[in-house]
C-alpha cells in the first residue's frame, strides 16, 4: 500500500488526523455507504460526528476552526473519499468552497454569522456557479444580479450542485455590471428554489440540486465585499481541487486493498489469483499509480502550506490522480470479475463515482488545457 514509505515522511500530527479519520470512516462510514449508495441517500447522521473531528473548516483560523496545515486537510479527504467520494464532497463544499470564501472574503458579521455555526455542522452550504449550459466556461454565466435601492435582485439557474436542499445558506455566484460577485442566498428568501437531481448513476450517496432564483431580494450585507471578478469564484475551486487530488487517491487504495485481498483469496485452476503473472503485473501497476499519486499531492500540499501553490500544479495532479483512480477501479473491477458489479464489492461503487470527480471542478481537458497554458505560455481555451 505504500510501497515508497511515504508515511515517514508525515509529522507525528499529520498521522494522528490520517488515523483518526481513517477509524471514523472504517467504524462509521463504511458499514452504511453500501445501502445508502444503494437508497440514494446522503447519510446525515454522520454530520455531527465530523463536525466532532474539527473536518469542517479544517485548515481556517478562527471561528471554531481547527486550523490544521494542508497535509491534514488532504488526508483527511483521503480518507473520507475511501469510504465514498460522496463524503469527500460533502467536505469540499462546506469547507473549500463555502467556508473558505466567507473566510477570505466575506465582511465581519458574515464570518461570525456563519463559520461558527458551520464549524459545528450546525450550518451546511453549497457554492454555485455552475449552469447547465456553462459547463466548463464559467465565465459565460447568465445568473444576474441587479440592484434595487439597497437590495440586489437575483435571476438565473444553477445545475449540478452538491448539497443544495440540504444547504442553510448557497453562495451564487452572480454577474452584475460590475462583474461576477458572490450572493449569500438563504433558502428562505422568496424566489429562491433548490431540487434534487434524481436518477444519477454516480453519486448517489449525495446530494446533487438545482437551483433556481426568480426575483431574489438579496440584502446588501449579503453581498461577499472583497470579491469582484471571476478569480474569486475560481480560486475557491483551486482549493476544493487541492482536495480532491488526495481523496482520490483514498478511492484508489480502497479498490487496491478490495482485490489484493480477492487476488489471495480467489482460486482458480488450482491456484490463488495471485500466484500468477498476469495479476501481479496488474497489482503492480496499481500500486506504481497509487505511489505516484501519493507523492504528487504530498508536494502539493508541501507547496500549499509555503504559500507558493499555483493553479497549473493542482490541476496536473487533478488531472493525474483521478485519471488514476479511475483506471485503478475499472482494473479492480474486472479482476473481481461478475461479482464485482455488485454493491456488495467497492470497485464498482467508486468506479462510478470517480467518473464524476473526473468531470467535475474542471474536466480532464480543461486541466490538460491549463498545464499547456503554464507551459507555452498560450491561452487555448
Not at 497549473?312 to 458489479?341: C, E, F, P, T, Y
Request: hydrophobic share 40%; charged share 20%.
Amino acid at each position: 500500500m505504500d510501497l515508497l514509505d511515504v508515511s515517514s515522511l508525515l509529522t507525528e500530527d499529520e498521522v494522528l488526523v490520517r488515523d483518526t479519520v481513517a477509524r471514523f470512516v472504517s467504524d462509521n462510514v463504511l458499514p452504511v455507504i453500501r445501502e445508502c449508495f444503494e437508497e440514494h441517500r446522503f447519510p446525515k447522521e454522520l454530520i455531527p460526528g465530523m463536525a466532532n473531528l474539527g473536518l469542517f473548516g479544517s485548515t481556517l483560523h478562527g471561528y471554531g476552526c481547527a486550523g490544521l496545515n494542508n497535509i491534514c486537510y488532504g488526508l483527511i479527504c483521503q480518507e473520507l473519499e475511501r469510504g465514498d467520494s460522496g463524503l469527500r464532497s460533502f467536505i469540499s463544499v462546506q469547507s473549500s468552497l463555502t467556508m473558505y470564501p466567507i473566510h477570505r472574503y466575506g465582511s465581519d458579521r458574515q464570518k461570525e454569522r456563519w463559520l461558527p455555526a458551520m464549524a459545528r455542522g450546525e450550518a451546511l452550504g453549497c457554492f454555485g456557479l455552475t449552469e447547465a449550459h456553462g459547463g466548463s466556461d464559467p465565465g459565460n454565466m447568465k445568473t444576474r444580479a441587479k440592484r434595487d435601492g439597497d437590495d440586489w435582485i437575483l435571476n438565473g439557474s444553477k445545475m449540478w450542485i452538491t448539497n443544495g436542499t440540504i444547504a442553510d445558506v448557497a453562495l451564487v455566484w452572480a454577474m452584475t455590471d460590475e462583474g461576477i460577485r458572490g450572493f449569500l442566498v438563504e433558502p428562505g428568501m422568496r424566489g429562491f428554489e433548490a431540487t434534487d437531481i434524481e436518477r444519477k448513476f454516480s453519486m448517489r450517496a449525495s446530494v446533487t440540486s438545482a437551483l433556481f432564483l426568480d426575483n431574489v431580494r438579496v440584502p446588501a450585507e449579503n453581498v461577499l465585499p472583497d470579491a469582484v471578478g471571476l478569480r474569486y469564484p475560481l480560486s475557491c475551486l483551486t482549493q476544493a481541487r487541492y482536495g480532491i487530488c488526495w481523496g482520490a487517491i483514498g478511492a484508489a487504495q480502497a479498490c487496491f486493498e478490495e482485490v489484493l485481498a480477492h487476488a489471495h483469496d480467489r482460486i482458480l485452476f488450482d491456484r490463488p489469483l495471485s500466484h500468477t503473472q498476469s495479476i501481479q503485473i496488474r497489482l503492480a501497476e496499481m500500486a506504481r499509480r497509487i505511489t505516484t499519486a501519493q507523492l504528487l499531492a504530498f508536494r502539493l500540499g508541501k507547496l500549499k502550506d509555503a504559500g507558493q501553490l499555483q493553479p497549473a500544479q493542482v490541476s496536473l495532479a487533478k488531472w493525474h490522480n483521478v485519471r488514476a483512480a479511475l483506471q485503478i477501479a475499472r482494473d479492480s473491477r474486472d479482476m473481481l470479475g461478475g461479482s464485482g458489479i455488485t454493491v456488495e464489492h467497492t470497485a464498482m461503487r467508486h468506479m462510478l463515482n470517480l467518473e464524476t470527480v473526473n468531470t467535475y471542478e474542471g474536466t480532464e481537458t480543461v486541466h490538460q488545457l491549463i498545464v499547456g497554458q503554464a507551459l507555452t505560455g498560450v491561452n487555448a481555451f
